[in-house]
């Protein structure tokens, strides 16, 4: 660290998805990161949830990578049971006071076997299963926990001790204190969550009294895999299979009558939906789910389709009622009064899940407090659209639902883009506080005798007590080629990796196999061990004989046993012919291209220069700006004009960026880390651009309505257009008697089956402003759903209040609009059926504004063909992971943002820019791009270039030579999936390190037990 | 009947790394049950085994001189010469042989010989180089000219036996790399731009060569610039063989057999059969 | 001279199946192959010749020639074929096949133990043609109908009754022992008064002498492109040929127990002569198909003084794509032997 | 049928003489009463050669495969739809090849004919279209052409060329649609059975590679029968080997199969290679509504990816 730079270290307060997300980014671009925890175990709400919409992907496993890769970071200290008590210093220089409650438990030594909680004599409720369930006073957050270890519940242990002298890694220590940290940090990210709102406010809903009665997270316990009743769909009662289920929606959310909710909580429509169809599946389809709602607010990207299957074809039913009362029948079962049709209809229902909003609890807004953050008046951290990131206190940064409600895209960019400030602000320090290892020159093979070692695992006595280890241990001492077979109690401690490397040079051992738990989570470490004692990581292989031995064969002690031979042998078999993979380093180059010059595009090639890199900005326009230029101004005052202007001066004023307008991408090579792209101007002159990474921001437009006249008669606009209009103050606009804006106009329908998103904050903001000008007007708005999402709520109540007029319509019958003669003049009549009332309204009005659809720009296919990276079904790119990774393309160095992503608000659209920013980062700052290792390899001569595996690579890792009919592979991009070789008939194409030889010894080996 | 199909067992005495890559090690194996009558000439071949592994034929390495201890030089390509590469001594081998004809040593007789060898195809011809060096038949050869090369120094065989070479006055030796690195003091060439060098009396002068096709391409060429005739330049020829007796029919260059009429043929010879090889 | 009557073949093999194992035509799911028969009247006597040839009586298409099992050091040799046998009804092309395979396999340099332990104890029993295929040639390498060589007896085809003919003094041995038949006392097959017209003409495509000094000339010539290039590389013609020797060495290790295998192997398949290296000398059919040709008519005849080709016919009668072997010969026979 | 002949001899000259091909591949009579063989024509002098009959069964792409240069092919439906396969496969340019077409009745199965006729020694034989007559030189047997058929070409779907830079003859009606009736007595066996019934017929086989060899789609630089690293099959006879040989064939040819039944004609042991086939065919049917070589712009169903297919194939019993 230079005396005079900013400590190159972050503070994360939070370990859910966002701190995760936010850790791993910083970490990975070169700043020391300190993850502090309150509960014993990082993973936040995900870690409880089931599955996530809209891919229905199991939310435990898209975390647990995350969760590994964190615990493992070289340069991330998680911090569990921790309290951050006291910021004291200045942005840049901060020390951060850390209290760490005991755990009792040594994360070191905990191997997470559970021995201890088995003979633990104290039994609560479990509150991760939301007390659906039992657990120990010794116990683990959950399953997945990392960290992986035990902890003990100091206020309910009675310190009798059985724990201690069970564990047979002397891992638990009941005298450890709390300690106080103090930590020299640069910036803060604060990412501290939320609460689900507490449904016991609502009387009227009896939860709390009703046993049936369950919040949302405790229905996603109910789901999941490893939740109480172990997937099993059972309600709480009686544990009865429920065969109509409801679902309640706003339980704390838009609520400001029975609480003081003024705001949306964005997710509880898709979440309830997911629930619903999750739950149909679960019971094979035999179960009546119905989603009581006011709005169906499903305008993430992918919902609305989301929604449009499980009601059309998943049978989610769906009533647009609020439920006044809840009633339990003699059975446990829930009787459901709500106003149907202007008359009380009563439905009975074995189970009624509430969906409950996001709140913020004391907790965190005590830490605020000591942060000394501003928050608004719900107790969210405050922060602005335009500059949605930052706290009122500089060099802290918010992130996830801290700051608002968020469903998990959002809080991964808001995370990444918290980290691109972090970086930004820090980026002299960067790689000053970081550590990185340093290991023994590998041994070359030289060819011998494979000489392997086999350390077979107690793992306490988690699989000693079903598995004969030591007949296992002398069984493989007699295979060929093995030279050492050892056991060990927990070959993952410290201590078992030190005897490994002892091992290895005493027996001249070259290649190791380890029969123990899952390579999953254990892998990694095993490899380190090996290249700590100069070996290639992959001379390495495992056999589960835990998971696949004692833990499914528990009361078939032989047959266990004799399977841990079985997979022993299988995996000496393929651990003589492995070979050392080599490692190959790229250079790369540290230039981002940045394509498209609006909001999301400035706000990313800004980010990218600040944080110290070269950044080249292709704009198709002649200037920059893109949509912003027709915002004017934010919902909550933000003057757009000005911001856009001077985003425009600060870009093309930065010596880092090089700005090249009126210019397309005519031709794209290279891979991450050295692409090059031809940019070519109106005059046809070309220029090559050489870069590491490229960040997609080409953007979207408005598209152009069809019929309601548009076009005919000038008084009906775009709300676009409109918007420019009471910008600059147009009287036939602002004088208007009667505005009528009409909702979906081209989107949510067969052409375009999803939701434009901004428009109904859109039409709120301009129907204010229309009163704003002149406030005898007289503003309809016709609309299917109101999807002001979030804070934007508010808007919708004040609409509402200021006499905004809102008429629901049917899809299948939508509004006319005609021009009538009246009194001499042309009026604009507008024929309409409200749903709510039944009834149909003619207006006649004197400005018609129509709410297009957002769609993509019109280069983004050809954009996408350049990068090799997919569009999905709407002609929007499409990210490598809609959950985790949304910023991000299965191609590697290519990332995007903006309207080119989807229909977003321009705040979202600076998240994600700044996310997008981050993520290039970690290219950027990157020495070298490793290739190699487990690669895909393909042998020429049996190549026959049918190109089955270049179609199929989903990381375009794969290319035709074409003159010579062979597939070549690109190491640098090539992740080693290996669906090239399951998908090659020549035989082809190989995964180094999965040969088809070594799987094949294998699979020769499983059949040989004879030997 | 003997069975020619049936190997005799050897014992691997030695296992010794070539190559700086490993990819070449030589092995040295003794008779395990009793030393059979195995008289060969330089330039034979035998079939290794491993019984379940697979089968395959290697020059004979060592000299005649030396009947106790054969020397087989095998580059790693696949399954049986990788299994071979994992012997260590006190394993056993099986063996048939010596097959093939072998370098023409009555012609050599009272001759000047040329030994030309480059890569992996110097296993026999060192086997040569060193029975003629022998003092019993040192004698029966007038000038012995060696020229060897390989792509680098680090694929370079025999070293220590280099080495030894490189200090008799009783022949010459000249190796040669394609490319060197910093450490090689020796002559960077291809081994045609070595042997163009040489001063040799075509009348009394016969040539042994073996290595890869490019290299005999080359060669060949240069040898009749310097004048011999192609009843005096032998060669030893590459091919796959199964059976190693003529029997299993696929190394066959017209009607000569490989295995059995050859693997040494003199130019003369091959300028008859079709270029088949 | 005596006769031997067809309904008495049966018979015959019933009393042989004590003391040999017996092959005769038979068929095998519709088609008409050499098989080991357990009684007598399975023998088809009425065929023109057989789908696949004899040749697996001597030479297996998979054997054993060495094993292993376990940590036993020992090595078995396999070289005991069991017990005698005979082959009886092969015709006189293929038995004359045995002649080419003895030169090769038994007569050489090495004695191939496996093969010649078996072909030692075998009888051949032929019998000669009295209607040739259309595909036939065997007129064209040397044989004939009625040829006997190879043969240890020769059946001459009367119709009703066959004419014993003893080809060798295993066959006289053998005939003498078991007191079966007569014999025609050195008159040459087919020279009876009887038969005299039975005898099928067989017209040859080519003459070999002049074929052969045509093939020496052909190496190089284009028109080995031209066949190759109709021809699939299939190993049908080598597999089905009676002459057909070549074979592959493979080992195989499964549940402890090591093998060592002898398979038949076709130079027409390119893995044939591949080089580990990746350098294969015949690397197109170009250089295959010559290679079939050249070696059956042109080295065979320098090497072992008779073509590796006995006129059965069965690869023209075969060949998926109609390359008719009669046809090549005539193409390289005809144009260079012709002037 | 001799207006067939006529016209392709027409074609070819016609493409050798623009020089739009180096090569036409097409049929020749055959050495063989019942045969005719594969010719291949680079002048026009030679085009008198050329002929179209009842015995033009050889599937010609195979010839194809990987060629450099370019060439007229004379292609039935069946030849078309291995031609459709090897473009999209990357082994056939289109530019690089002229389709004469011809629509196809079926080819005729020599070994039929000799089973209905007998012993005798066939000389002529003449197509009527309806009806084959056959002479020995001395008589005339008749039977109906139809049911002399191979059994591909009884069950064929589409006898007209899929594609065809030229058509030459009239368009044949396409029979109704295949619903692999043939297969579903095999398909209704139990597995054991089913399993006993292909063994048995592979017993027969001689491993000669003739049915590799004779497919159109069987075109690796390197089959897996060669490969000895590893070795996936046996060189021999062992059951095993030869099994698993047929069985990794037909998958390899899953979804890709245009059903030609070249590798049934090719085997000279007659082995049932056409019920295992079918039956695969029936199956990526009925999974994948695919029928290979029919459709040029569709990839083949195990030739593309989708990280949510819900592969419930994994639940079949």
Known sequence: MTPSGPT????????????????????????????????????????????????????????????????????????????????????????????????????????????????????????????????????????????????????????????????????????????????????????????????????????????????????????????????????????????????????????????????????????????????????????????????????????????????????????????????????????????????????????????????????????????????????????????????SVPGIFAAGAFSGPKDIPEAVMGASAAAAEASAMLSHSRHTLTQRKSYPPEKPLLGGRPRIGVFICHCGINIASVVDIASVRDYAAGLPNVVLSEEALFTCSQDSQRMIRERVAEHRLNRVVVAACTPRTHEPLFQETLREAGLNKHLFEMANIRDQCAWVHQGEPEKATQKAKDLIRMSVARAKLIEPLPQAFLDVNRTALVIGGGVAGMVCASSLADQGFGVHLVESAAELGGNARRIHSTNDGADVDAFVSRLVESVSGNPSITIHTGTHISDVSGFVGNFRTMVENAEGIVEEISHGVAIIASGGEASKPDGYLYGVDPRVLTLQELEDEIARGNPDVTSSRNAVLVQCVGSRDEDRPYCSRTCCSKAMKLALALIEANPLVNVYVLYRDIRTYGFDEQFYLEARERGVRFLQYDPGNRPTVEIVEQDGRKRLRVVTTDLVLGREFSIDADLLGLATATVPSAGAAEL?????????????????????????????????????????????????????????????????????????????????????????????????????????????????????ASSCRCGAADVKGFTDGEICAMICSSVARGL | MRNPYAPVRMRVERNAVETEDASIRTLSLSFVERREVFAFVPGQFAELSLLGVGEAPFGIASSPADPDLLDFTISRAGQVTTELHYLEPGDTVGLRGPLGNGYPLEELHGRNVLVIGGGFGFSTLRAFTSFALHPANRGDFLDLEVVYGARNPGLLLYKDELKNWGRRDDMSLSVTVDNADQDWSGRIGTVPAAVKTLQVDPESTTALVCGPPAMIRYTLPVLAELGLRPDRIHLSLEMKMKCGIGKCGRCNIGGSYVCTDGPVFSLARLDRLPREY | MRTIARNEIGRLLDGLLAGYAVYAPVRRKGILVFDRIRSGDEAILDYANTRTSPKHVLMPQMETLLSSCGEDPGVSEHTDCGKPAVLFGARPCDARAFLFLDKVLRDGQSRDVYYANRRDSLLVISIGCTQPRETCFCTTTGGGPLSAEGSDILLEDLGSVYLAHVASSRGAEFAAAHGLLDTCEGEPPGSGTVNGGLQPAIEPPVDLGLLKAALDRSFDDPLWLTLAEKCLGCGICSYLCPACHCFDIVDEEAAGVRVRNRVWDSCQFSCFTAQASGFNPRPTGRERYRQRIMHKFNYCIDNHGMAGCVGCGRCVSECPVNLDMRQVLAAFGGRRGGN | MTDCTARIREETARLLAEGRVDLVIGFEEGSLPLRATPCFITEPGDTGRLIWNAFCSNNLARYLIRSDRKVGIVAKGCDTRAIVELIKEKQVRREDVVIIGVPCHGMVDPHEVRERFGDIRIQTVEDTGGKLVAGDGTALLSMNREDALHRSCRVCVQRNPVISDVLVGEEVEERTRDEFTDVADFASRSAGERWEYIAGEMSRCIRCNACRNACPLCYCSKCFVDETRPQWVGRGTDPSDVLSFHLMRVLHLAGRCVECGACVRACPMGVDLGTLNRRMSADVARMFGCRPGLDPGKPAPLSTFDPDDPQDFMLEP
Not at chain 1, 147 to 168: Q, W
Not at chain 1, 174 to 184: A, K
């Open chain 1, 864 to 980: 996408a063909g350049l990068f090799k990276v997919p569009l999905n079904e709407d002609g929007f790119f499409m990210e490598a992971h809609i959950k985790l990774r949304p910023v991000d393309f299965p191609t590697e160095g290519v990332f995007v943002c903006g309207l080119a992503h989807s229909p977003k608000t321009i705040g979202e659209s600076i998240v994600q820019a700044k996310a997008a920013a981050s993520r290039a980062a970690l290219v950027l700052c990157r020495d070298s791009i490793e290739a190699g290792g487990t690669v895909s390899v393909i042998d020429g001569p049996k190549c026959s270039g049918c190109g089955v595996c270049a179609a199929l690579c989903p990381f375009k890792a794969i290319e035709m030579d074409e003159s010579e009919r062979k597939a070549v592979v690109n190491e640098a991009l090539c992740k080693g999936c290996g669906l090239c």
């Open chain 1, 8 to 391: 190159g270290a972050v503070l994360v307060l939070g370990g859910g998805i966002s701190g995760i997300q936010a850790a791993l980014d910083l970490a990975d671009s070169g700043f020391r990161v300190y993850l502090v925890e309150r509960r014993s175990a990082i993973g936040g709400v995900m870690a409880g949830l089931d599955k996530t919409f809209p891919t229905n992907d199991c939310s435990m496993c898209i975390l647990s990578p995350k969760l590994v890769e964190c615990g493992r970071h070289l340069n991330i200290e998680v911090l569990t049971n921790s309290e951050l008590t006291a910021l004291e210093g200045v942005p840049g220089a901060f020390t951060a006071t850390i209290e760490q409650q005991p755990r009792f438990v040594s994360t070191e030594k905990c191997t997470g076997c559970g021995e201890c909680a088995k003979v633990c004599p104290v039994k609560l409720p479990d509150s991760f299963n939301m007390g659906l369930s039992d657990r120990k006073a010794i116990y683990r957050l959950y399953e997945q926990a990392y960290p992986h270890s035990y902890m003990i519940d100091s206020a309910v242990c009675r310190r009798c001790g059985l724990c201690a002298r069970k564990c047979s890694a002397g891992a638990i220590d009941l005298d450890m204190q709390p300690r106080t940290l103090s930590i020299p940090v640069g910036a803060v990210i604060a990412c501290p969550g939320f609460e689900p709102f507490d449904a016991s406010l609502i009387a009227n809903y009896g939860y709390g009294t009703f046993p049936n009665v369950i919040t949302s997270i405790e229905f996603e316990r109910i789901l999941s895999a490893s939740g109480p009743s172990r997937g099993r769909l059972l309600r709480p009662s009686d544990g009865k299979e429920p065969h109509r289920i409801a679902w309640i929606q706003c339980v704390g959310s838009r609520d400001i009558h029975r609480v003081d909710n003024n705001y949306c909580s964005s997710v509880c429509c898709t979440y309830a939906i997911k629930e619903a169809v999750v739950a149909r599946e679960h019971s094979g389809g035999n179960l009546e789910t119905t989603i009581f709602h006011i709005d169906i607010r499903t305008h993430g990207k992918g919902f609305e389709r989301y929604y449009e299957r499980a009601k059309n074809e998943q049978g989610v039913r769906f009533v647009r009622s609020e439920i006044s009362r809840i009633y339990q029948d003699g059975s446990g079962s829930l009787i459901l009064r709500f106003p149907e049709n202007g008359r009380i209809s009563e439905e009975v229902y074995d189970l009624v899940v509430l969906s409950v909003g996001m709140v913020q609890d004391r907790a965190n807004r005590e830490m605020a407090e000591r942060l000394g953050l501003h928050l608004d008046s719900h107790g969210f951290c405050e922060t602005r659209t335009l500059s949605p990131v930052e706290t």
